[in-house]
């Protein structure tokens, strides 16, 4: 009945998978996802948490309950994964090294539903000769309630070393210890509990495992779930958690919370949460206690439980909104790992995280430095020194300040300055560049894609050293890729940018205000000066404007697809050879085509989605895509085309590795069909 310990876990066949188990994605943001999956006739959604009751058996703990919380679905029978506790507590190798989590270790018996699969080991191979040492003592550690250090008290890992000792395997197909089953739509990352506190580690196995199992499978983190962690771990692509933390924390008397963890009963008098069990011991309106604090495990455990169910409905929020990250850049805070963590992944799988970006948000706050180096902000910089090119034309750069109203030409403050551009005598020949953190420069023709149009950040007037650096950087490049004639440079409290290599032949103009008169008449005399003699008509620079645009969306030169600007509705009309290819859409920030600019953007070959033979009805799904473009992201405008030929147009739902992988879910929102 039970898994043998002296071979590997085996789980279900085929059977179970084939009864037709699925993910259907609802919301998505990045690795996240808010996403629903059928159980027979239940039906439950993720992120969750798992509500986990245990009934004690000699040597074991089979798992008599589990119910999903914050939806209360129940599970029970013979579905549910088996808890394995004592010295022989499972390593997927099969091995029994020691206690995992004092002594709690997951094992699933062979079983028909609902399918899960083991897809491998978060070893970190640093610490083998110390597990060993477990193994001989009998796996048998003496348990410290060490009140100097409560993470180390409450079973977590805080102080310990960072796995960079040797670095976590690395989780392929090929090299896990145990074959995952096909189609699964849960996988379970075993151990997952021993690298909480190890920064590197941590990211690497969940990473790993999300690269393995796929946007179409559910990961499942058993033993880890205290609501300080939930935000991130979700960030990172886990969808399913267990109460397990939260009862061996309260057992030793933690509180859990997002800002940490303390110990009942010293000095938590003012600690109300609003959580059920805690709001039940207060009379709100006397303001005071009205029943002793319960300081047992039970009670403990209730407000555990109820914050880590808070935090899973304050994650799923973020997701729909698109502001999981900026949830996560404040849950990092409260404890050192959590932060070191988020730091690995945005420098060393700055690649992987990308790829599932979305293009587009409805807004970005950055007020810390970790939002420097979050993929959207760091591709956009590198967008800006790959992809762009000024527009035809120009001759001089005028380097402006930033505006807390975006896009920036709707401030006052760049109103005023765009004046004094036009009254210089040839304002076309101007190429204005907006110096800013976090994004470095930002060129005025790019200021409507994300996240130069919606983006906030802490402004004092003082500098850190690392915006310093990026900022120079990025007009450092920019200088060295193109050639201007004249640079002016009307920037305010900026003077590390004057000794960056091209900027000694620039005129510095230095405003206390950027909106003040003799400021702005200064400008209009420079500018005056500097431009050339022979003009440039307006309708020469929006067009130069608009290929500049779809050049920096496509990735690739696109001067086919515009030879005329009209303006209207929605935003500038743009059009080829008369017929008109698409329309730079102002909300969305982005260019929308038509299908005459679908079959210029196909013959790029970029940004397609190559579906089987059928003319799409209404939006595509990911069942009928053969193959997409590695380059898509969520948000992107794409093509969608049969062989050589266009069928449709719209906008991608999912990146290109879950477009292609997943069999559920909407893989292209469809705007022009092409008709039969």
């Not at 085996?10 to 609802?26: C, D, N, S, T």
């Not at 760049?414 to 420069?441: F, K, Q, Y």
Request: charge should be neutral.
């Amino acid at each position: 009945m039970f898994p043998s310990v002296d071979r590997p876990v085996r789980f279900m066949g085929k059977k179970g998978v084939e009864k037709g188990l699925a993910i259907e994605p609802l919301a998505m943001d990045g690795l996240a996802r808010v996403t629903e999956l059928a159980l027979g006739k239940a039906v439950f959604r993720t992120p969750a948490l798992l509500i986990v009751t245990v009934a004690s058996i000699p040597a074991m703990e089979r798992v008599a309950e589990v119910r999903l919380f914050p939806d209360g679905m129940t599970l029970a029978g013979p579905a549910m994964p088996y808890i394995i506790s004592g010295p022989n507590a499972l390593r997927p190798s099969g091995r029994a090294p020691g206690p995992i989590q004092d002594g709690l270790g997951i094992a699933l018996p062979e079983m028909e539903a609902p399918p899960m699969a083991l897809i491998g080991s978060a070893w970190w191979k640093g610490g083998k000769e110390r597990e060993e040492e477990k193994a001989d003592d009998g796996g048998k550690e003496e348990e410290k309630g060490d009140a100097s250090n409560p993470k180390k008290a409450a079973g977590t890992a805080e102080g310990a070393d960072d796995g960079t000792e040797g670095g976590v395997e690395d989780l392929t197909p090929e090299g896990a210890p145990i074959v995952t089953v096909p189609g699964a739509p849960i996988a379970v990352l075993p151990n997952a509990s021993e690298l909480i506190g190890r920064p590197r580690a941590i990211a690497d196995a969940v990473l790993s495992a999300r690269r393995v199992v796929g946007p179409s499978c559910l990961l499942y983190a058993p033993a880890v779930g205290e609501p300080g962690h939930i935000a991130l771990l979700s960030y990172l692509g886990i969808d399913l958690f267990d109460t397990l933390p939260l009862w061996h924390a309260a057992r030793r008397g933690f509180g859990l919370g997002t800002d940490g963890i303390w110990r009942i009963g010293e000095e938590t008098e003012d600690l109300w949460c609003g959580c059920h069990e805690c709001s039940s011991r207060f009379d709100k309106e006397k303001e005071e206690v009205v029943e002793e604090r319960g300081q047992d495990a039970h009670s403990i455990y209730r407000h555990n439980v109820d914050a880590s169910v808070a935090e899973i409905r304050r994650v799923r929020a973020a997701i729909r909104r698109s502001h999981l990250r900026e949830l996560v850049e404040m849950r990092i805070r409260a404890e050192p790992w959590t932060g070191a963590t988020l730091r690995h992944v945005d420098l060393r799988r700055y690649e992987f995280m990308e790829a599932l970006e979305p293009v587009s948000r409805p807004s970005l706050v950055a007020c810390s430095r970790e939002s420097l180096n979050r993929p959207d902000v760091r591709r956009f910089r590198e967008r800006v020194g790959e992809r762009y090119a000024p527009p035809d034309g120009v001759s001089v750069l005028l380097l402006v300040p930033c505006s807390a109203r975006k896009p920036y030409s709707r401030s006052r403050t760049h109103r005023a300055i765009a004046e004094a551009v036009d009254n210089c005598g040839n304002p076309c020949t101007v190429h204005e560049v907006v110096v800013t953190s976090p994004l470095g420069i930002v060129p005025m023709d790019l200021e409507l894609f994300y996240p130069a149009s919606v983006y906030d950040i802490t402004v004092s007037g003082d500098w850190e050293e690392y915006e310093i650096s990026m900022i120079r950087r990025g007009l450092g490049n920019l200088l060295k890729r193109h050639r201007y004639d004249t640079i002016v440079s009307y920037l305010p409290h900026m003077p590390f940018v004057e000794d960056i290599e091209g900027m000694e032949r620039a005129v510095h103009i230095k405003p206390h205000d950027p909106r003040d008169r003799a400021g702005l008449e200064r400008l209009a005399s420079a500018l005056r000066g500097a431009v050339p003699a022979d003009k440039v008509s307006r309708k020469a620079r929006n067009v130069a404007d608009a290929r500049a645009f779809a050049r920096f969306q496509f990735g690739t030169d696109m001067a086919e697809l515009i030879d005329d600007v009209r303006y209207g509705g929605s935003g500038p009309q743009l059009f080829a050879k008369g017929e008109r290819t698409g329309t730079i859409v102002l909300s969305r920030g982005m260019i929308s085509l038509t299908l005459s600019g679908g079959s210029i953007l196909a013959s790029k070959r970029v940004h397609r989605v190559m579906i089987e033979d059928f003319v799409p009805k209404g939006s595509v799904f990911a069942v009928g895509v053969e193959d997409c473009d590695p380059m898509v992201r969520p948000g992107d405008e794409v093509v969608v085309a049969h062989k050589d030929e266009v069928r449709a147009v719209g906008v991608a739902r999912m990146a290109a590795s879950a477009i292609t992988s997943m069999k559920r879910g909407i893989a292209v929102d469809v705007r022009h069909v092409k008709k039969r």
